[in-house]
C-alpha cells in the first residue's frame, strides 16, 4: 500500500539533501548561490529519474525506522525511565497528591506576578 507517489518522494529528498547541502557549506564558508543552484538541479533531476528506486529505499528505511528504531528507543529509553520513577517514587504528573480536583495548589502567589506575566 502505497501513501504518496515516487515523485513527490523523490522531491521530498531532494529538498532534504538540499537543505543539508546548504547547511554544510555555509558552516564551511564555502557557500555560493550557484553551487547550490546546481546542486538542486542536479539532485532533483537524479531523484526523479531514480523515482521508482528511491521509494523502495525509503519503505525499507520506514520500515526500520517504525519497527526496529522507535522499538529500540521505547525499550531502553522510555521503560528505564519508568522503571527508575517508580523505585524512587517520583510523581511528575502528581497522580497521587491529588484529591477531589484537577488544580494544581499554587504556594507562591504574588499579586506582581499576575500584573508582569511575561
Same mark, same amino acid.
Given at each position: 500500500? @502505497?501513501?504518496?507517489?515516487?515523485? *513527490?518522494? !523523490?522531491?521530498?529528498?531532494?529538498?532534504?539533501?538540499?537543505?543539508?547541502?546548504?547547511?554544510?557549506?555555509?558552516?564551511?564558508? %564555502?557557500? $555560493?548561490? @550557484? !553551487? %547550490?543552484? $546546481?546542486?538542486?538541479?542536479?539532485?532533483?533531476?537524479?531523484? #526523479?529519474? *531514480? !523515482?521508482?528506486?528511491?521509494?523502495?529505499? &525509503?519503505?525499507? *528505511? !520506514?520500515?526500520?525506522?517504525?519497527?526496529?528504531?522507535?522499538?529500540?528507543?521505547?525499550?531502553?529509553?522510555?521503560?528505564?525511565?519508568?522503571?527508575? *520513577?517508580? &523505585?524512587?517514587?517520583?510523581?511528575? &504528573? #502528581?497522580?497521587?497528591? #491529588?484529591?477531589?480536583?484537577?488544580?494544581?495548589?499554587?504556594?507562591?502567589?504574588?499579586?506582581?506576578?499576575?500584573?508582569? #506575566?511575561?
Amino acid at each position: 500500500m @502505497e501513501r504518496s507517489s515516487s515523485r *513527490f518522494k !523523490a522531491l521530498a529528498v531532494s529538498a532534504g539533501l538540499s537543505f543539508w547541502f546548504f547547511i554544510i557549506s555555509t558552516a564551511t564558508g %564555502m557557500f $555560493s548561490i @550557484e !553551487a %547550490m543552484l $546546481s546542486f538542486i538541479a542536479g539532485i532533483i533531476i537524479l531523484t #526523479q529519474i *531514480f !523515482a521508482i528506486k528511491v521509494s523502495k529505499v &525509503l519503505d525499507v *528505511f !520506514a520500515i526500520i525506522n517504525t519497527k526496529i528504531f522507535l522499538g529500540i528507543l521505547f525499550i531502553f529509553v522510555f521503560s528505564i525511565y519508568g522503571v527508575i *520513577f517508580r &523505585l524512587l517514587k517520583i510523581d511528575l &504528573l #502528581q497522580f497521587k497528591t #491529588q484529591r477531589d480536583t484537577y488544580w494544581s495548589d499554587t504556594n507562591d502567589f504574588k499579586s506582581r506576578k499576575i500584573l508582569k #506575566q511575561y
